[in-house]
């Protein structure tokens, strides 16, 4: 195929460098999602083998960490049901969690640990990724604004003035205008998010840490503000905390109130966060559908519509993999997924012309 690829701006310019580089299976539930989960890890093996240490790949594993009984009894059937689908996990009591990582000082019933997960540089990873395309003949252009797709007797012929067979729109919480522009009605909203790093503590966290009220702050539709607690070391050594999920636009503001109720959540669980000096603050926009799954796939809007978004915040996971699984369909391969509970088409999009 010849591939051309737009960027409005830089490669890794929107939300792929603003998130904590993670991926995950220890939030997820059995199902599809789990399944592209799964994939997408895997992936990140070659990933690493093509970019070596410019991926920067810590395979530190993941522990949630439980407070309430109530999480904490449900957690152990969510384990079962993963380990069975074929993820490495198990349940640890107190003692162990505070062997594991010793700055878990606070509130603790037990925790899930997830061995392979992974933190990586996502935005590294998306421009050697670019780099690799042109190397193979694909044309990159940054700089260039796609304000609509082309649509002409029920087929796609062109985006941004560039004449295409084929287009996919992998624009983030960007997607639904450019999906819209080609007769796809596309619900995905941004979802903002907000982290705080600390200063440079090395040592502080071994693991990638997560309270086990995250999973319900992910799944809820609510646009209103939910705060769970996420604490890691980033790759250079700082301190990372998050997370905040509400949808209110395309606000990227920072709201201090909104750090204040993170780093008081992390300090629950540990302590030792409030010993740290804050060294900055961001927020970035997660592309959210209903549901909870992403779009995958084509869109009988147009013949030769395609599309990759709504990963929420599981993009640097789930986004290697889509690209994978988008040009195996493109290229009418067998998919490595079923991608049917991906359709773009589920949330009752007009019939193809």
């Known amino acids: 195929m010849s591939v051309h690829l737009l960027d409005r701006g830089e490669i890794s310019g929107g939300t792929t460098g603003l998130g904590e580089g993670n991926v995950l299976c220890c939030d997820k539930r059995p199902g599809p999602e789990l399944g592209l989960a799964m994939h997408g890890l895997?992936?990140?093996?070659?990933?690493?083998?093509?970019l070596g240490a410019e991926a920067g790949i810590r395979?530190?594993?993941?522990?949630v960490v439980h407070v309430d009984e109530g999480s904490w009894v449900a957690e152990a059937e969510r384990v079962a049901a993963l380990r069975a689908a074929g993820v490495e996990c198990e349940l640890l009591e107190p003692e162990a969690v505070r062997v594991a990582e010793p700055e878990l000082a606070g509130e603790l019933i037990g925790a899930s640990s997830f061995p392979h997960d992974l933190q990586c540089a996502p935005r590294a990873i998306a421009r050697g990724l670019a780099r690799a395309a042109e190397t193979l003949g694909a044309t990159l252009e940054t700089g260039r604004a796609a304000e609509s797709v082309g649509v002409d007797g029920g087929r796609v012929n062109g985006v941004a003035g560039l004449a295409a067979?084929?287009?996919v729109i992998?624009?983030?919480?960007?997607?639904?205008?450019l999906a819209r522009s080609a007769g796809l009605?596309?619900?995905?909203?941004?979802?903002?998010?907000?982290?705080?790093?600390?200063?440079?503590?090395?040592?502080?966290?071994?693991?990638?840490?997560?309270?086990?009220?995250?999973?319900?702050?992910?799944?809820?539709?609510?646009?209103?503000?939910?705060?769970s607690t996420v604490v890691e070391t980033t790759l250079d050594?700082?301190?990372?905390?998050?997370?905040?999920r509400?949808?209110?636009?395309?606000?990227?503001?920072?709201?201090?109130?909104?750090?204040?109720?993170?780093?008081?959540?992390?300090?629950?669980?540990?302590?030792?966060?409030?010993?740290?000096?804050?060294?900055?603050?961001?927020?970035?926009l997660r592309p959210w559908l209903p549901g909870g799954l992403p779009a995958i796939g084509a869109?009988?809007?147009?013949?030769?519509?395609?599309?990759?978004?709504?990963?929420?915040?599981?993009?640097?996971?789930?986004?290697?993999?889509?690209?994978?699984?988008?040009?195996?369909?493109?290229?009418?391969?067998?998919?490595?997924?079923?991608?049917?509970?991906?359709?773009?088409?589920?949330f009752g999009s007009p019939p193809a012309l």
């Open 42 to 50: 895997a992936l990140y093996d070659e990933l690493e083998e093509l």
């Open 59 to 63: 395979r530190k594993g993941a522990l």
């Open 165 to 167: 067979d084929a287009v």
């Open 170 to 177: 992998a624009a983030g919480a960007w997607s639904a205008p």
């Open 185 to 227: 009605e596309l619900p995905v909203e941004p979802r903002k998010g907000q982290l705080v790093q600390l200063e440079r503590r090395p040592d502080f966290l071994r693991h990638k840490v997560i309270d086990g009220s995250y999973m319900a702050a992910v799944e809820s539709e609510d646009a209103g503000l939910a705060v």
């Open 237 to 244: 050594g700082h301190v990372l905390v998050g997370s905040s």
């Open 246 to 284: 509400e949808r209110r636009g395309f606000d990227l503001s920072v709201d201090g109130a909104v750090s204040e109720a993170l780093l008081a959540s992390a300090a629950r669980i540990t302590p030792g966060i409030r010993e740290l000096a804050i060294d900055c603050a961001w927020a970035g």
């Open 299 to 346: 869109s009988a809007a147009a013949e030769g519509l395609w599309v990759a978004t709504g990963h929420e915040g599981a993009g640097v996971a789930h986004g290697p993999v889509t690209g994978r699984l988008i040009a195996q369909a493109i290229c009418a391969e067998e998919t490595t997924l079923d991608l049917a509970a991906f359709s773009p088409d589920r």
